[in-house]
DNA sequence: TCGTAAGCGAGACGGTACGTCGAGTCTTGCT
DNA sequence: AGCAAGACTCGACGTACCGTCTCGCTTACGA
């Protein structure tokens, strides 16, 4: 009898939000501090202020509630110069900047690994882990939108182009690149998105 | 010199070689079987019949021991037809192949994971991941060698541009990827190549 | 008489006497079916239809709880047949019956060791046993009225010589209690009570 | 190839004795300290200095751990003065003055409580308790042997006919007995069991 | 007749202990 | 000295109840 559409907020006491919101801010604190391996439910319970329960109420174990506080993080920061090569190297010098100076850096691969035997949380950690590129999926398009490159690109390549040698150097070989060869990277990553676009050499 | 044979061969029993393999035999088995998250001292011991002393007076603990086993691996498979393009589609294809088909796909990123808390172990697992791709280096070579390619290329970086963009994709993003994009990348990061050595367009 | 009415009858809803009801009987029901360590008050709340806070609102905790449902149930069925010794054993066969067949006889005892850490709880359950055993009592005033015995007895003494050793078995020894030694017990104990009132052998 | 007759010692590490004293040890002062249900396995394991599966290991809860330790305790000790009725009157009054003294008094019923649920546990409980009034059935023996009397008395339900009405009143009514009624007690109970020994009333 | 004050079922809250499991170490007797 | 076996301490796991605290509601009373 009326147009309220509410989903009936269920009976009885609901959930606190504060609590939600202090265990993920524990969650992401100790991620920070001992990392993901150290990271046990007893310590965020005890660090948030809250039972073990009431996180076992909301996540059924560490790895979907570390993936909902890694959501919670500040994607890419978005740079828009007017010029693409000054966005995309803006955007992977605080890249390699934030993978180099934060635990974070090795979050993200633990992630991925306990993922992997559980394609449910896959599915939870893979959209995030997409929309985290976006900035540069963007950079992309406002430059085809300037003229700057051709309307036949494939965005969500030329993208893994450039993120994608950073990403095997940061994650698989020596931990702390030198951001030095951000520039060198773009150069070579755009010479090839440009001229195969226009037919290549093939 | 004269009495040196050995290092001394210390007194008492000589560690069983044949332990060593099966301990290492067991790991793979069951990393394949159960993955790294699930994998156990105390399983691995069982399953290749051993104590559990016998696996910590080898290992200082699961780590290095997953970062050996894993060390067993076969690395990328060499392909070499004399045609640089053939060559990178080749050893690209077994590699979608083999990430998307075994569990080692998890495995890598797990251990990327937990040797990042601790650079001792980081320095064991480092070189190892270089050298499974340095069949891409080698490609690239024989390419410079028979003057497909300038002598300036720079190798590791020209693997990098071809690898990371798989990489990224296989491990971040959407499961089972698709084989059929190592083509149109390939040709896209050898334009790269290949142009901005002669300088490219900056 | 006039404005005194009731204690203020405080503004309010009244309490509800369908849920405190309700609360007994399940109590009850329960610690018949799953025995007195594994009664939980979330499992009586559950039974009775009732909020948890209903419960707690009426009775501190679950052993207060527990002791008055207890206190509902029939104490010793009382017999009066006109001969002491037939009451006695009649009373007593009862009382070894309900022990081996319900579980009441475990809730005697578990009720005692947890009152016994606390003496305000011991006070509420003390004269609730006292009254159970009155029964024996009157059976012995009965008989000292009709001249059976001499009006020195002391009563309590008596109803504990009769009522101790069976008390002692049911709960201490073998379960399941052969009723049989009861004729004899009473006959002891009798005599006993009979010849010491006289002055005894003493 | 020998007469070892041993339990061939089983392969791996022996169980440590001194854990096992410990955690018994450990049981009994907590008992006595904080009392049967505030008694915890973990508090248990930390007071012994030992690990939880220690523990587990040994006894599969918290009950027939007690049970063991609580067989450790002393039974009621024995009195041998050649004279019946100060045999049992110092027995009984030792057996007040521990049941008024120590927390030891409400272990009893809570044991029996917990066991009464679970027959496997009555079974060890059962016999623990049987033995603890052996002092009791010796002093009747005695008395047989000198003469004192006939021996055609049921020694078991003698035992009982002096101590149940002493148990009776310090388990279920008013702690904290009063010790004057001992004598009193043995002469009305001997009364019974001499007089009806002979034939009795009936 | 309506507010106001309590009681109501429901269920989330911070805790505490449970019993299990695995890590890495230690102790048997045997090789 | 190494070996398999298996107990050791430690500490986190995920579950279950405790006794308390909101929720939105119902029910009586007194203004």
């Excluded at 109420?57 to 890694?70: G, N, Q, T």
Aim: net charge negative; with cysteine.
């Amino acid at each position: 009898m009326s147009t309220d559409g509410q989903a009936a907020t269920s009976a009885g006491r609901p959930r606190s939000e504060e609590a939600h919101a202090a265990i993920l801010d524990a969650t992401l604190e100790l991620l920070v501090e001992v990392g993901y391996p150290a990271l046990t439910v007893e310590g965020i319970a005890t660090r948030a202020g809250v039972g073990k329960a009431t996180i076992y109420r909301r996540w059924s174990s560490k790895l979907p509630l570390v993936i909902e506080a890694f959501g919670q993080l500040p994607a890419l920061e978005e740079a828009d110069t007017g010029d693409l090569v000054a966005d995309l190297e803006s955007m992977l010098r605080s890249y390699v900047r934030v993978f180099n100076s934060t635990p974070l850096g090795s979050v993200y691969p633990s992630l991925v690994g306990d993922c992997a035997n559980d394609p449910e949380l896959g599915k939870l950690l893979s959209p995030l882990l997409m929309e985290r590129r976006r900035p540069l999926v963007h950079a992309f398009e406002r430059a085809v939108a300037r003229g700057e490159l051709g309307p036949e690109i494939d965005l969500e390549l030329a993208a893994d182009m450039v993120v994608g040698p950073i990403a095997v150097r940061v994650f698989f070989s020596d931990r702390r690149l030198n951001p030095r060869i951000v520039p060198r990277l773009v150069q070579v990553a755009l010479e090839g998105i440009r001229n195969s676009a226009r037919g290549g050499s093939a």
